[in-house]
């Protein structure tokens, strides 16, 4: 029931993504220039960004975990200030700073803590697998 | 469990046939260790090449090109890639885990979550491996495979 309905979950989320940017491409192609579509483009751009790095820093064995997630937050930090700037996203005052970065940290949070749970979760049906196959 | 032994010269080739009622997990164990009996492997040692059974191999790792058997206490070069080995033993108990290492499932013992989308697997000997993210879903059908084989 579980695996079937995150199956469902994600299929859904897949197909409505790709609906999105379909419809957002069409319309900026057919001369519909509102700034919502380009910021579709760009959040879709940052998401695929985000995961690229997570695939790339998962090739890589970082001899500790504080060294991992210093580099990982600096790069992350770093790709969401290079989009917020060039998109706009938010005023660069010291007041939209503080506001971009309160943000970005609720979103590493969120990716970080969603990562997290999934590989904790992976480990333990893994690790029950295991137990079940040995009983 | 009642074992039977016929020994005599008119067999060619030893053949083990098992009769049961119900095919119980432990069977299932039994069947697949049995099944590794068919895979035998050839390895270099100092002083020439000597057959590696499947079952004692831990681990099949790849450095520089260069593929190792790891077994309990003993590492044997040999000179097929590692591609070939995991099309050969797709149907055994062993699966791949990371670009550079195949894990034989019979002994891992259990999984840790590391912090960096990887998972450290510990064998029976002690050993620990890296298990990447991209060969977790492997993983976890190899060793439902166990249990839907049966």
Known sequence: MKK?????????????SAAVIA?????????????????????????????????LLAKIPFKSKL????VNFSIMYLIFMIFSYFGSWLSFTISGFMLSTGIFL?????????????????????????????? | MKLTVHK??????????????????????????????????????????????AEDIFYIDSVDGKTFFYLKDKVYGCKESLYEFENELKNSTFVRISKNCILNTAYLQSVNPLWNQRLEATLSNGEKLIITRHYIENLKEKIASWRNSL
């Not at chain 1, 609720?106 to 196959?133: C, Q, R």
């Not at chain 2, 030893?14 to 119980?24: F, G, P, R, Y």
Request: net charge neutral; glycine share 4%; aromatic share 14%.
């Open chain 1, 106 to 135: 609720v979103i590493y949070g969120i990716i970080s803590y969603y990562y997290s749970y999934t590989l904790k979760k992976d480990a333990i049906e893994i690790n029950e697998k295991l137990t079940s196959n040995r009983q």
């Open chain 1, 23 to 55: 419809a957002t491409l069409s319309n900026l192609l057919n001369g519909h220039l509102n700034k919502h579509y380009y910021y579709l483009l760009e959040l879709f751009g940052f998401v695929i960004a985000i995961e690229a790095v997570y695939s």
């Open chain 1, 67 to 70: 060294i991992y997630s210093i």
């Open chain 1, 4 to 16: 079937a309905l995150c199956k469902h979950i994600s299929r859904i989320s897949l197909i409505f």
């Open chain 2, 8 to 53: 005599d010269p008119k067999f060619t080739e030893a053949e083990i046939i098992i009769n049961c009622s119900e095919l119980d997990v432990r069977l299932g164990h039994l069947i697949k260790y049995i099944q590794q009996y068919t895979y035998i492997f050839q390895a270099k040692t100092e002083t020439g090449v000597c057959l590696v059974p």
